[in-house]
């Protein structure tokens, strides 16, 4: 199978194509033949820093953790699953487990799901990390009907489903973002805009809250911002942060008596451990799109296969609106 390789790491490290044995669907897997593969931060964070982050495949590594495509072969102790079904999950591309830049992935049937129906491929391979994040975020904090919930980089890929499922939960949700354009995309979706370049948190809590903070902040942004994060959040609230790599004073988080939540959704793939939650989620955001409350917004500009590397650059240099996702099929 056709297959583009990192043979070495850093920032501008090229994707080279190259050819690879064909997989064998080992028992309780899956081969797909993989039609579109989303870009995540943490894949441009593996190609850049490599050796220096844990979860990285050794060399020659193949890439991309999101997926869609069409299942070609079902291995032993599948059930649910039959040739010819089209999929969407997020299943390789660290550690041990080979990526989905390839012609085919053998996937764990556990990390994937039927995808949408109302969803293109290329849509549905934008969802899976991402939806499953901010499930995971918002399900954690107890988002429920009534409550106010606080979107932190409303615009950005986690952060536009989580806006979309926080509504769906029956919250009433607010979203930061900057400039014109972001403004106009979190409207959209259903939250408030807060831009934070110009609003004070104080500001946007008295407007949005009566003062009182919001019942759940979910951060997508993280490190210094879940300060900000934590000034938002109401007595006994809720924060959940997607990027907890930061020494922080905690202080005010005791004072306020908050519950602080921490998601690595990558943790199942990693560890292999309650790998199936993350098919069981697949399956209702699923439910979620096909009922109209769930999209996931794509960038516009098209990749390739001989793109793969303008992708990564395309993601990196912050250009893009919404998921960038490189077809295959």
């Known amino acids: ?52 982050l844990p979860l990285s495949p050794k060399l020659p590594a193949v890439l991309g953790m999101d997926f869609s495509g069409t299942v070609v072969v079902v291995g032993e102790g599948v059930a649910g699953l039959a040739i010819g079904d089209e999929v969407y999950g997020c299943a390789g591309g660290l550690m041990d487990l080979p990526g989905s830049l390839a012609e085919y992935i053998n996937a764990d049937a556990r990390l994937i799901a039927h995808k949408p129906k109302t969803l293109s491929l290329r849509e549905a391979a934008a969802l899976p990390l991402v939806g499953i994040t901010a499930y995971e975020g918002l399900t954690r904090a107890g988002v429920g009907e009534g409550q106010t919930v606080l979107v932190q980089g409303g615009a950005g890929g986690v952060g536009h489903v989580a806006v979309q499922i926080a509504r769906h939960l029956g ?36 407007e949005h809250t009566d003062g009182v903070g919001f019942d759940v902040v979910f951060d997508s942004v993280g490190g210094p911002n879940m300060i900000n994060s934590f000034a938002a959040a109401k007595l006994n609230g809720h924060v959940a942060s997607t990027v ?25 793939m990693m560890h292999d451990v309650e790998r199936q939650t993350h098919g069981d989620i697949l399956r209702v955001l699923a439910d979620l799109a096909d009922a109209g409350e769930l999209k996931p917004i794509v960038d516009e500009h098209r990749f390739g296969w001989a793109d793969v590397g303008t992708a990564y650059a395309h993601l990196t240099n912050g250009a893009a609106v919404g998921k960038v996702v490189v077809e295959l099929g």
Not at 19 to 32: C, I, N, R, T, Y
Not at 188 to 196: C, E, L, Q
Request: charged share 15%; aromatic share 6%.
């Open 171 to 206: 919250a009433t949700v607010s979203a930061t973002g900057r400039g014109a354009d972001q403004m106009a995309l979190i409207k959209g979706i259903g939250a408030r805009p807060v831009d934070f370049t110009t609003q004070k948190v104080e500001d946007y809590v008295a």
């Open 1 to 52: 199978m056709k297959a583009m390789v990192l043979n070495s790491y850093g920032p501008d490290a090229p994707f080279e194509l190259a050819e690879l044995p064909d997989p064998v669907a080992s028992p309780g897997h899956v081969v797909v033949k993989v039609a579109a593969v989303s870009v995540n931060t943490v894949d441009t964070m593996i190609q850049s820093m490599g050796a220096d």
């Open 244 to 268: 907890a790599m930061v020494e922080i004073d905690l202080t005010p988080v005791h004072f306020k008596g908050l519950s602080l939540h921490v998601v690595f959704m990558l943790i199942p």
